[in-house]
């Protein structure tokens, strides 16, 4: 077994991952009943599968200059989807969505 076919199936196997947990954040999106588990699913599941993603191609790359930019997607993807997701439940709490109660029936 050769490196270019060891490193084509790493990159399509994080490619892979990396589309299966990007649609199952779309189906939780859809699925889950109040907004706060939807954020929470969206968020998780975009930070994550375009991580998986952006490793699968960084595997494909053949000039540095293409390496260096996927890691900085890879960098401000890491740094801006937690805090995006942080502000979007923090803005919904502050207009009076409020979280459900234990045992409380979701809508």
Same mark, same amino acid.
Request: charged share 15%; hydrophobic share 50%.
């Given at each position: 077994?050769? /490196? ?8 399509? *196997? ?5 589309? &299966?947990? &990007? /649609?199952? @954040? @779309? /189906?939780?999106?859809?699925?889950? !009943?109040?907004?706060?588990? +939807?954020?929470? #699913?969206?968020?998780? *599941?975009?930070? =994550?599968?375009? =991580? ?6 960084? $595997? !494909? &790359?053949?000039?540095? !200059?293409?390496? /260096? +930019? $996927? &890691?900085?997607? $890879?960098?401000?993807?890491?740094? *801006?989807?937690? *805090? #995006?997701?942080? %502000?979007? #439940?923090? #803005? %919904? +709490?502050?207009? @009076?969505?409020?979280?459900? %109660?234990?045992?409380?029936?979701? +809508?």
């Amino acid at each position: 077994m050769s /490196v270019s076919l060891l490193l084509d199936i790493v990159s399509g *196997t994080l490619v892979l991952a990396g589309c &299966v947990l &990007v /649609v199952s @954040g @779309g /189906v939780g999106l859809l699925r889950f !009943q109040d907004f706060y588990t +939807r954020t929470h #699913a969206g968020s998780l *599941t975009d930070g =994550g599968g375009a =991580g998986l993603l952006l490793l699968g191609l960084l $595997l !494909q &790359v053949e000039s540095w !200059q293409s390496a /260096v +930019r $996927l &890691v900085l997607i $890879l960098l401000f993807l890491m740094l *801006t989807s937690p *805090t #995006a997701a942080h %502000a979007l #439940a923090q #803005a %919904a +709490r502050r207009d @009076g969505e409020r979280l459900p %109660a234990e045992g409380e029936e979701r +809508r």
